[in-house]
C-alpha cells in the first residue's frame, strides 16, 4: 500500500539550461513539460523533460545553479541515469543518430541481460539507453508525439538508476531493509535491486567502487534520485519508517507538481520520495506543456521578482513542424 513503485524522476545540474533545453528536445527528443524554477533557490531554472504528458516515471530534471562548477565523477555518487528505449533496434537507431550529430557514446553494450548505449552530453552528465526488449514489470511511458523522433524507437521513460558507493555492505543493507528493494543479480562489482513490480522502470544499479577518488558534485553531476509512491499517506508512512532506521528526512514537502521527502541515505547522495500526482497537467493546457514559465499558487505572488531572475528562454515549441528523422 505504502510501497515505493519505481522510479520518479532524476535531477541534474547544468552549466547551461538553454543547451540543455536544446539537447533534450532536438536530440533526445524528450518533451520539455515544465520550465519553472527551483523552491528551494528562486533565481535557478528548474526545467522538466518527460514523456508525452510527463507521467511520474518518465522525467529527467535540471538545475542551472549560476556560477557553480564542473563536477568530479568519482565514487559516492548517483553517476548515471538510464532512458527507457522500446527494443534492441531502437539502440542501432540511436547510434547512427548519435554518429550524425555528434554526441559522444560508447557503442552498445550488455548489462545484466539487456542491451544498453552509453553516451554523454555537453557537460559530460552520464547516461544510457537502455532496451526494453523482454523487460517485465513497470510500464513504460508514452513517447512526445509530436517530437522528432519516430515513435518506434523513442525514448519512453527512465530506467535504472546507476549508483557509485565505496560501502556496498551498508548501502545493500540500506536498500534492502529500509527501502525494500531486491537483490535480483550480480556481476562483478555490480550489484542490481528492484521494486515494486521491477523491470527497468524500478531498478537501481549498485557499482562497488574503492578506486576512484570522491566525486565532488557540480555542472555535469545528478543532484538526487527520486522514487515514486502513492500518495501524501505514503509520504507519511515513510517520514515514519526513515526516522525508525535512525535517517533525518525532510518529512513531506509540497512541490504543487507532486509530494515530496527527502533522505541523505550516504554519503553524498540524496534520495527523494515522491508521489505520482497531482502531475504536470494542471496549470497548462497539454498542447503547450512547457512553454511559459510556470510557478507554483504560492509562488505567484513573486512572479514579478522572478521573472527579473530568470532570463527569458524560447520553449515555444507548438508552433514547430518537428520531422521525424
Excluded: C
Aim: charged share 20%; glycine share 10%; aromatic share 14%.
Amino acid at each position: 500500500m505504502y510501497g515505493i513503485k519505481g522510479v520518479h524522476h532524476v535531477t541534474a545540474i547544468t552549466s547551461s539550461a538553454e543547451k540543455n533545453y536544446q539537447f533534450f528536445t532536438y536530440t533526445l527528443g524528450m518533451r520539455l513539460v515544465k520550465k519553472t524554477v527551483n523552491q528551494d533557490d528562486i533565481q535557478t531554472y528548474h526545467l522538466f523533460f518527460a514523456d508525452d504528458t510527463g507521467s511520474p516515471g518518465t522525467d529527467m530534471t535540471f538545475f542551472d545553479f549560476p556560477n557553480i562548477p564542473k563536477g568530479v565523477h568519482g565514487t559516492n555518487e548517483i553517476f548515471q541515469t538510464s532512458f527507457r528505449v522500446p527494443s534492441d533496434q531502437a539502440l542501432a537507431y540511436w547510434v547512427k543518430r548519435f554518429d550524425r550529430l555528434n554526441v559522444a557514446h560508447s557503442g552498445i553494450q550488455e548489462q545484466f541481460g539487456k542491451r544498453v548505449l552509453p553516451f554523454v552530453d555537453f557537460d559530460d552528465q552520464q547516461y544510457q539507453l537502455i532496451s526494453d526488449e523482454n523487460n517485465k514489470g513497470v510500464e513504460a511511458g508514452t513517447p512526445w508525439q509530436n517530437g522528432p523522433i519516430p515513435l518506434e524507437y523513442a525514448i519512453t521513460g527512465l530506467g535504472p538508476v546507476y549508483v557509485r558507493v565505496s560501502n556496498i555492505d551498508y548501502f545493500k543493507e540500506m536498500l534492502m531493509k529500509v527501502l525494500e528493494f531486491r537483490e535480483i543479480a550480480q556481476e562483478g562489482d555490480l550489484y542490481l535491486f528492484e521494486v515494486g513490480e521491477g523491470g527497468n522502470g524500478a531498478q537501481v544499479i549498485v557499482e562497488y567502487n574503492t578506486v576512484l577518488p570522491m566525486a565532488r558534485q557540480g555542472y555535469g553531476t545528478v543532484h538526487h534520485a527520486a522514487f515514486r509512491v502513492e500518495d501524501r499517506e505514503a509520504i507519511d508512512h515513510w517520514t515514519g519508517r526513515m526516522a525508525q532506521f535512525g535517517y533525518q528526512s525532510s518529512g513531506f514537502i509540497d512541490r504543487f507538481f507532486f509530494g515530496s521527502l527527502y533522505t541523505r541515505v550516504a554519503p553524498q547522495i540524496l534520495f527523494e520520495l515522491a508521489t505520482d500526482g497531482p502531475g504536470f497537467m494542471g496549470d497548462e493546457p497539454y498542447e503547450t506543456l512547457g512553454e511559459s514559465l510556470s510557478l507554483p499558487p504560492f509562488f505567484e505572488s513573486k512572479r514579478e521578482q522572478i521573472e527579473g531572475l530568470v532570463r527569458p528562454i524560447d520553449t515555444v515549441r507548438s508552433t514547430i513542424d518537428f520531422k521525424k528523422e
